[in-house]
C-alpha cells in the first residue's frame, strides 16, 4: 500500500494537505487536513457585537461579502429588523457582484490548468503535467481567456465597489441595510458593467466549461462524494425575518440519501473528533460552540470542524444549489452531475442565471427611497443566526450577545468546512467528509503527479482562509510535496 501526501494542494484559497492510501493504483483511503488554525471568532468575543461584519468579513480576501453579508444577517435577526427594499436589493447586488468575480477566478485562475495547457513560464508553471486533450486552437484560445479573465475580475471587484465602496472587504453593509444609496448614474453605470460581465460569461466562460467537459467527459464519473447536499438559500427577494421561510432566488433545501427534503438547521452540528480541539464541544449546536484549540490530541489530523446535518456529512457549493433547485440543465446529467465536471458546470450556470436576475433587481432601485432602517442593540440575551449562500455554498454566522450588548459566542460554519471537515465517529460508524468521500475510489495514473486528486479538490473549490484561520506558531513545514 503507497501513501501520497500532497501539501500543500497548491491553486485553493489557503493551506489544504491531503494523504491518501493507494491499492493497486487506486485511492482506498483519504484524509483532508486543514493547517492553520481557526481562531478569528474568538476576536468577538465581549465586543460590541455590531463589529462583527467588519471584523468577520477578515477571515477572507476572496469571500469576505458572504462573510459580511451573513454577519450583517445574524445582527438583523438579532435585532428583529428587516432592510427595506432598496437595502435588501443592494446588498444582493455586492453578493452577486463578488460571486461573479469569485466564480470566475475559480475556473480560469485555479483550476482550469488542469485542463488547459499553458505556455511554459508562469504563472502557468509549475504545475502537474495532466493528459492535455483539449485541440489545439480550443487550448489556445483558453489560454486567452485565461488571461482576459484577470481584467474581467477587476471590473467585477469595480461594478461591487459602485454599492460596496471598496473590495476586498466592503464598507457599505450595515444594521437593517446599507449606506449606500442609488441614483441613476450609479444604476446605469452598474448595469454596464454586468453587461460585459453577462457577455463574458456567455461567450466565454460558459463555452470554455463545456469545451471541457466534451473532451474530459470521463470526469463527469469521477469525484462523486457523498451525493447528500446542502442549501441554506441566498439573495432574498422579499423582507421577512425568518430565512428558512422566506421567497429568496436560490432557496433552502436538503437532498440527504436520495431524497430532497426542507431545511431544520437545528439538526446541524459540529463534531470535532478528528480536528485539533477540545472534545468537550464535540456534537454541540453552533449557537453555543466555542473553539478550544488542543493541537497536541491524538488522532487528529485537521484545525477544521466537521459539521454535520442529522450526523450525515453534507455537500455545499453550486452543485447542491443547482441540484436541490432542480435546476433542468444540472438535473439532466443524472448522476453525473455528482462529478467533478458537473460541479464544474453548474457553477458556471449559476453564474449567469444569477447574473441575469442582478439585471432585474438593479432595475428595481428606488432612487429618494430608504436604505437602512434604525437599529438597536437587544436588551436580553439573544441568539442571532445569518444564513447566506457564499460562492462556495452555504454560509452560517450563530452571534449569541448578552444582555449588555456584547458578544458572547461567534461562531462561523463555511462552505469549506463542510465540504473539507474531517471524518467524525469510529469505526463502522465512521463518517467521512465530503471531499475524502468524493477522492477515495479515484485511480491514480502516476503516483509521482497525482494529478487526478487535485481535480477532485478543485473542482469543490475550497477556501481553506475562511475555514481556518489563524497560522499555528509551531515548526510547520510548507511547500513540501512528498511522495511515497
Ligand atoms: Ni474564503
Known amino acids: 500500500m503507497a501513501r501520497i501526501v500532497v501539501d500543500p ?3 485553493v484559497e489557503g493551506h489544504l494537505k491531503l494523504e491518501v492510501e493507494i491499492e493497486g493504483g487506486v485511492v482506498v483511503d483519504a484524509w483532508t487536513g486543514g493547517t492553520l488554525w481557526r481562531g478569528i471568532e474568538l476576536i468577538m468575543q465581549g465586543r460590541d457585537p455590531r463589529d462583527a461584519e467588519q471584523i468577520m468579513q477578515r477571515i477572507c480576501g476572496v469571500c469576505p461579502t458572504a462573510h459580511a453579508t451573513s454577519g450583517i444577517l445574524a445582527l438583523d435577526d438579532a435585532m428583529g429588523i428587516e432592510p427595506p427594499p432598496n437595502g435588501r436589493i443592494i446588498r444582493n447586488l455586492i453578493l452577486g457582484s463578488n460571486l461573479i468575480q469569485s466564480h470566475i477566478l475559480h475556473f480560469f485562475h485555479l483550476a482550469a490548468l488542469d485542463y488547459v495547457k499553458g505556455p511554459d513560464i508562469a504563472p502557468f508553471k509549475p504545475r502537474y503535467e495532466a493528459d492535455y486533450r483539449l485541440p489545439a486552437d480550443v487550448n489556445a484560445q483558453a489560454v486567452d481567456i485565461y488571461l482576459e479573465a484577470l481584467t474581467i475580475r477587476r471590473k467585477a471587484q469595480e461594478m461591487l465597489a459602485i454599492w460596496g465602496g471598496r473590495m476586498p472587504h466592503v464598507q457599505a453593509i450595515v444594521p437593517g441595510g446599507v449606506s449606500e444609496v442609488p441614483d441613476t448614474s450609479k444604476i ?5 458593467y454586468l453587461q460585459e460581465m453577462q457577455e463574458f460569461i456567455e461567450n466565454k466562460y460558459i463555452p470554455t466549461v463545456k469545451a471541457v467537459a466534451d473532451v474530459y467527459s470521463d470526469w463527469l464519473s ?8 446542502l442549501v441554506y438559500g441566498g439573495y432574498p427577494l422579499e423582507a421577512g425575518l425568518d430565512h428558512v421561510k422566506k421567497k429568496k432566488f436560490w432557496e433552502s433545501g436538503v437532498y ?3 431524497q430532497y427534503k426542507e431545511l431544520d438547521i437545528s439538526k446541524i ?5 478528528y480536528a485539533w480541539y477540545k472534545d468537550d464541544t464535540n456534537g454541540t449546536t453552533p449557537d453555543v460552540a466555542v473553539v478550544s484549540p488542543d493541537a497536541d490530541k491524538k488522532d487528529a489530523y485537521s484545525w477544521i470542524k466537521s459539521p454535520r ?3 450525515e456529512a453534507m455537500e455545499v457549493g453550486p452543485l447542491a444549489r443547482q441540484w436541490v433547485l432542480k435546476n433542468p440543465e444540472v438535473v439532466a446529467l443524472g448522476d453525473k452531475a455528482f462529478s467533478v465536471m458537473g460541479r464544474h458546470f453548474a457553477r458556471a450556470i449559476e453564474t449567469s442565471h444569477l447574473a441575469a436576475a442582478m439585471k432585474e433587481w438593479v432595475l428595481q432601485l ?3 427611497q430608504p436604505v437602512c432602517v434604525p437599529h438597536e442593540l437587544p436588551k436580553k440575551e439573544v441568539v442571532g443566526v445569518g444564513l447566506c449562500e457564499g460562492s462556495r455554498g452555504a454560509l452560517g454566522h450563530w452571534h449569541r450577545i448578552s444582555s449588555g450588548g456584547r458578544t458572547m459566542v461567534y461562531n462561523a460554519v463555511v462552505p469549506t468546512t463542510w465540504n473539507s471537515g474531517p471524518r467524525t465517529g469510529s469505526g463502522a460508524a465512521t463518517v467521512r467528509g465530503p471531499m475524502e468521500q468524493a477522492i477515495i475510489g479515484t ?3 502516476d503516483p509521482n503527479n497525482p494529478v487526478e486528486l487535485v481535480r477532485i479538490i478543485r473542482s469543490m473549490d475550497p477556501c481553506y482562509g475562511c475555514a481556518i484561520h489563524i497560522m499555528t506558531p509551531d515548526k510547520k513545514t510548507m511547500n513540501q510535496f512528498a511522495i511515497n
Do not use: D, H, M, S
Open 9 to 11: 494542494v497548491t491553486r
Open 188 to 192: 446605469y453605470k452598474f448595469l454596464n
Open 222 to 229: 469521477i469525484g462523486t462524494g457523498c451525493q447528500n447536499l
Open 256 to 258: 440527504i440519501r436520495g
Open 269 to 273: 452540528t459540529e463534531e470535532v473528533t
Open 309 to 311: 446535518y442529522n450526523g
Open 366 to 368: 428606488e432612487p429618494g
Open 443 to 445: 485511480k491514480v495514473a
